[in-house]
C-alpha cells in the first residue's frame, strides 16, 4: 500500500482529470437525453476542437483560455448545422440510422485530420504549462487546477440553462415527450440540433482545458470516447449529475489504478466497473428504472 | 494549354524506351545513383526522424558539393525519400516502393523497431541498408549480409555505462545503491530496461522498481509519485525526447532529487535542445550515448552549420546520419559501381576512417562495426561536456549530483 504522501497527490491528479472526463461525458449524455442516440462521432468532434485550439494558438497566438470565446461557439455552431443538414436529414427519422450516420462521420474526421494534419502528435508549450501549485502535500500542475474549475463551471452554466430557461425547459419537454412537445409547440428538429450543438460546445470547452497539458493526433478522441461511454453508463444514460459524479469517480479510479498496476494496466479498472454497473446496476447510479 | 501530340508522344516513349534499353553500367556514368533516405518523419518519433533526414540530406549534399562519386564519373547522389510515419510495417512498404524506385541502398531508420522490419524488407533484394542508429542488438544478430551498423548496439552502450556508473560510483565512495528504471514499451526501452535489471545487482544495485510507460505518455504524475514512493538514489530512464523530457521536467516539479539521473542512450540527456530549453531540469544529467569525438574539429565545423539553421540542434540523429551516408559513399566509391552486390561487399571490407566519431577505422563482423562505442557525458552548467572515458573527456564529472 502507498502512503498518503503518494495517495493524495495521485487522488488530486485524478480528480481534476476526472472534470475534463465529466465535461466531455455531460455533451454525450445531453445528445443521448435528448434525442436517444448514442453520438459515435463525439471523439471524432473532440479530436476536430483540440486541432481548433492547437491552431488558434499556433497561428493567431491566442492563448488556449482565451480560446474559449471562439470555441466554444464555433463548436456550437458546428454541431448545430452538422444536426440541421447531416444528421438529422440522413437519418430519415430513424434512431438507428443516427447511430451509423455519426459513426460514418467519424470515420470521415478521423481520415480528413490524418489527411490534413498528418499522424504526428502535437503539444503547445505555454508559459504555465509546467507551473505547479502546492495543495497540502501534493503538487499539482496549474493547468490541472484551471481545468478542474474551469469544467465545473462549464458544467454549472449547462445545468443553469437547462434548470431556468425556455432552452432549457424545451429541451427536457423534448427528451421526456417528442410527441408532446410538439403538440404545445415547440419546434422540436431546432430543439434537437440545439441539443447537439450545446453537446458539441462542451467539447470545444474540454479542449481548451485540456490542450495546455495534453496533446492532440487524429486519434485522440477514441480514447476520450470510450472513457465518456463509460461514464455515461455508469452516471445513468441522460443524467447530467450522474456525468458528474461518474467523470470524477473514473478520473479517480485511473489514476490510483495506474499508480498501483501500471500506466498501461491502470486504465482495468475503468472497464471492470463498466462491467460491474451493467451486471448490478444496469440503469446506472443517477439513472431512473427503465 | 500544353497539350502533347502523338508525335511528341513516340518521340518521349522511344527515347525513354532506348534509355531503358541501355546496359547498366553505362547509364551509371554520371547519372544520378539513388539512395532511399528512410526516417520516421512523421508520428511520435517525428522529431527524430527529422533531424535523421537532414543529417543524411547535409551529408548527401556536401558530397555532392565535392564532385560526387569520382570513380562512376562524378555521379550525384538523389536522395529517394520515405516516412516509416513511426511504424515498423510502414517501414517495410517504404523499403518496397524504395526497390520500385530503383534505389541502390538505404540509409536509416532511426527506431530499432523499425530497422528491424526495413533491413528485413530491404534483405529480400540484398539492397545495402545502413542502420544509422537502431540499437537492438538482434538488427545485426539475424545474419542479414546487407545490413550494416556503423554505430555502437546497446549491449555495448549498456555494458558502458554500468561500467562506467560502476566507476563512478566507487570514486564517489559508493553512495548509490538503489535504482529506478522507467523506460518506453518498444523494444529499445523494454530491452533497455531488461538487460540492466538482469545486470545490476551483480554489480552491487539493487533495482528497486522497473516502470514502463506508453508512448506517448502526456502526463508523467504517476510515474513521478511512483518514484517518490521509493526514493531511489539513481533513477535510469530509457525512453524517447519528448517523454524524456516531460518525465525529468515532472520530476523537478514534484522535487524528485537524486543523486543522478543516469541514462542510457536516454534521448534527451545529450541533446542541446533539452540543455537549452529546459535549462533548470538539465543541469547534472548522466548520460551514455552516441556522441562526436569532441577532439576532432570537424565535428565542430558541422555543429556551427547546424545551429546557424533555425530550430535545429546537433544531435546524434544528425551525426550519425551525416556519418553513415559518408560510410555508404565511400563503399560505392570503392565499389565503382551502383550494383546493390558490389555495394554490400564494398561495405564488408569498409576500412573508412575519415569520420569525427571516437571509433577509428571500420571494421565489420556480422554487419556490426567493431569500434563503435558510446561516450558518456554530464550537463554542467548549461553545457554537454564528455566526462568519461578519459581519452575523450573533457572534463571531470560531478556526482553525487547536489541538485
Known amino acids: 500500500m502507498f502512503e498518503l504522501s503518494i495517495l493524495w497527490p495521485s487522488l488530486l491528479n485524478g480528480l481534476t482529470t476526472g472534470a475534463v472526463y465529466a465535461l466531455i461525458a455531460l455533451g454525450l449524455t445531453l445528445i443521448y437525453g435528448v434525442l436517444h442516440i448514442i453520438n459515435f462521432a463525439h471523439g471524432a468532434a473532440l479530436m476536430m476542437a483540440l486541432y481548433g485550439v492547437y491552431y488558434l494558438q499556433r497561428s493567431l497566438g491566442l492563448d488556449p483560455y482565451v480560446s474559449i470565446v471562439v470555441m466554444v461557439p464555433a463548436m456550437f455552431a458546428a454541431g448545430y448545422l452538422a444536426y440541421r443538414y447531416v444528421i438529422g436529414v440522413a437519418s430519415h427519422g430513424r434512431d438507428e440510422n443516427i447511430l451509423l450516420v455519426t459513426l460514418g462521420l467519424a470515420i470521415v474526421l478521423e481520415n480528413l485530420a490524418l489527411f490534413l494534419f498528418k499522424s504526428d502528435t502535437r503539444t503547445i508549450d505555454t508559459a504555465y504549462t509546467f507551473t505547479t501549485v502546492p495543495i497540502g502535500p501534493a503538487m499539482i500542475a496549474l493547468p490541472k487546477i484551471v481545468a478542474f474549475f474551469g469544467a465545473g463551471a462549464t458544467a454549472g452554466v449547462l445545468l443553469t440553462i437547462m434548470r431556468t430557461t425556455d432552452l432549457g425547459r424545451a429541451i427536457r419537454a423534448c427528451a421526456k415527450e417528442r410527441q408532446g412537445a410538439r403538440l404545445v409547440g415547440i419546434d422540436v428538429e431546432h430543439v434537437f440540433a440545439m441539443s447537439f450543438g450545446i453537446g458539441l460546445a462542451c467539447l470545444g470547452a474540454a479542449a481548451c482545458f485540456l490542450l495546455p497539458a495534453y496533446y492532440v493526433n487524429p486519434t485522440v478522441g477514441n480514447g476520450f470516447v470510450l472513457i465518456a461511454f463509460t461514464i455515461v453508463v455508469l452516471g445513468g444514460m441522460g443524467s447530467f449529475a450522474g456525468a458528474l459524479v461518474g467523470g470524477l469517480l473514473i478520473g479517480v479510479v485511473e489514476s490510483v489504478g495506474s499508480l498501483w498496476l501500471g500506466e498501461s494496466l491502470g486504465q482495468i479498472g475503468i472497464f471492470l466497473i463498466f462491467i460491474a454497473v451493467l451486471l448490478f446496476r444496469p440503469q446506472g447510479l443517477f439513472g431512473a428504472r427503465a | ?403
Request: glycine share 8%; proline share 4%.
Open chain 2, 1 to 403: 494549354m500544353n497539350t502533347t501530340n502523338r508525335r511528341q508522344f513516340l518521340i518521349n516513349t522511344t527515347a525513354l524506351a532506348a534509355t531503358a534499353a541501355l546496359p547498366l553500367g553505362v547509364r551509371a556514368q554520371g547519372q544520378a545513383i539513388k539512395v532511399g533516405v528512410l526516417h520516421p518523419v512523421t508520428g511520435f518519433l517525428a522529431y527524430s526522424g527529422n533531424l535523421s533526414r537532414l543529417g543524411a540530406q547535409m551529408a548527401i549534399d556536401d558530397i555532392n558539393k565535392a564532385g560526387g562519386i569520382k570513380s562512376l564519373g562524378g555521379a550525384k547522389l538523389e536522395a529517394v525519400l520515405g516516412d516509416a510515419q513511426s511504424k515498423p510495417e510502414i517501414g517495410a512498404a517504404e523499403v518496397e516502393k524504395m526497390n520500385e524506385a530503383g534505389v541502390s541502398a538505404i540509409v536509416g531508420a532511426y527506431a530499432s523497431a523499425i530497422c528491424l522490419a526495413t533491413t528485413q524488407a530491404a534483405a529480400k533484394y540484398n539492397i545495402p541498408h545502413v542502420v544509422d542508429v537502431g540499437v537492438a542488438d538482434q538488427i545485426v544478430e539475424r545474419g542479414l549480409a546487407n545490413t550494416f551498423r556503423f554505430a555502437p548496439g546497446y549491449k555495448v552502450c549498456a555494458d558502458t555505462a554500468m561500467n562506467h556508473l560502476v566507476l563512478l560510483n566507487n570514486l564517489a565512495g559508493k553512495p548509490a545503491k538503489t535504482v529506478v528504471i522507467v523506460h518506453e514499451e518498444s523494444l529499445f526501452g523494454t530491452g533497455t530496461a531488461n538487460l540492466l535489471s538482469q545486470q545490476l545487482p551483480h554489480l552491487g544495485f539493487e533495482v528497486k522498481e522497473v516502470i514502463k510507460h506508453a508512448n506517448p505518455t502526456r502526463d508523467f504524475n504517476n510515474i513521478v509519485l511512483r518514484v517518490k514512493a521509493v526514493n531511489p538514489d539513481i533513477v535510469i530512464p530509457a525512453n524517447y525526447y519528448n517523454e524524456y523530457a516531460l518525465f525529468v521536467r515532472t520530476m523537478k516539479q514534484q522535487n524528485v532529487v537524486p543523486k543522478a539521473i543516469y541514462s542510457v542512450l536516454g534521448g534527451a540527456a545529450s541533446s542541446y535542445k533539452f540543455v537549452r530549453e529546459f535549462s533548470d531540469a538539465a543541469n547534472g544529467v548522466l548520460d551514455v550515448n552516441h556522441w562526436f569525438n569532441p577532439k576532432d574539429k570537424r565535428a565542430w565545423a558541422l555543429k556551427k552549420r547546424v545551429d546557424a539553421m533555425k530550430d535545429q540542434f546537433f544531435t546524434y540523429e544528425v551525426y550519425l546520419n551525416y556519418s553513415a551516408v559518408h560510410l555508404l559513399a565511400d563503399a560505392i566509391e570503392r565499389a565503382k559501381s551502383t550494383k546493390r552486390d558490389d555495394i554490400v561487399n564494398a561495405l564488408a571490407g569498409s576500412t573508412w576512417d575519415k569520420h569525427f566519431m571516437p571509433y577509428g577505422p571500420t571494421k565489420f563482423v556480422n554487419g556490426q562495426n567493431q569500434g563503435a562505442q558510446p561516450l558518456m557525458m554530464q550537463v554542467l552548467k548549461n553545457d554537454i561536456k564528455v566526462v568519461l572515458p578519459k581519452t575523450y573527456a573533457e572534463t571531470q564529472p560531478s556526482f553525487p549530483w547536489k541538485g
